[in-house]
């Protein structure tokens, strides 16, 4: 099985800056795409930031020019760097990993358990 661990949601000024984990462990094979979700109160899922097994990044309109997607591919780990941040960026922020593990041997989709984000004065 493999686990997702987020880390880094804290309560920050707008303006403010903070960065978010996320580590893959466990029987990994191999990682492609993964990616940041956020969900505010009485909203839907929506996708933050995506990067691709070969460093490709998207982002949503709402959040580029402020966040950065990252990854060290040798930690299983993505971060996500969040500049500039609005009041409306508070959320539970989600990791999602398309990983190929040794019991599954095709990709599935992994999720983590959330780390909260607010941001406020």
């Known amino acids: 099985q493999v686990q997702l661990v987020e880390s880094g949601g804290v309560l920050v000024q707008p303006g403010g800056s903070l960065r978010l984990s996320c580590a893959a462990s466990g029987s990994i094979i191999r990682i492609n795409a993964m990616g940041w979700y956020r969900q505010a109160p009485g909203k839907e899922r929506e996708l933050v930031s995506v990067?691709?097994?070969?460093?490709?990044?998207n982002y949503a309109d709402s959040v580029k020019g402020r966040f950065t997607i990252s990854r060290d591919n040798a930690k299983n780990t993505v971060y996500l760097q969040m500049n500039s941040v609005k009041p409306e960026d508070s959320a539970v922020y989600y990791c999602?990993?398309?990983?190929?593990?040794?019991?599954?041997?095709?990709?599935?989709?992994?999720w983590g358990q959330g780390t909260q984000v607010t941001v406020s004065s």
């Open positions: 999602n990993a398309g990983v190929v593990d040794a019991y599954r041997k095709f990709e599935y989709p992994y």
């Open positions: 990067i691709t097994g070969g460093g490709r990044t």
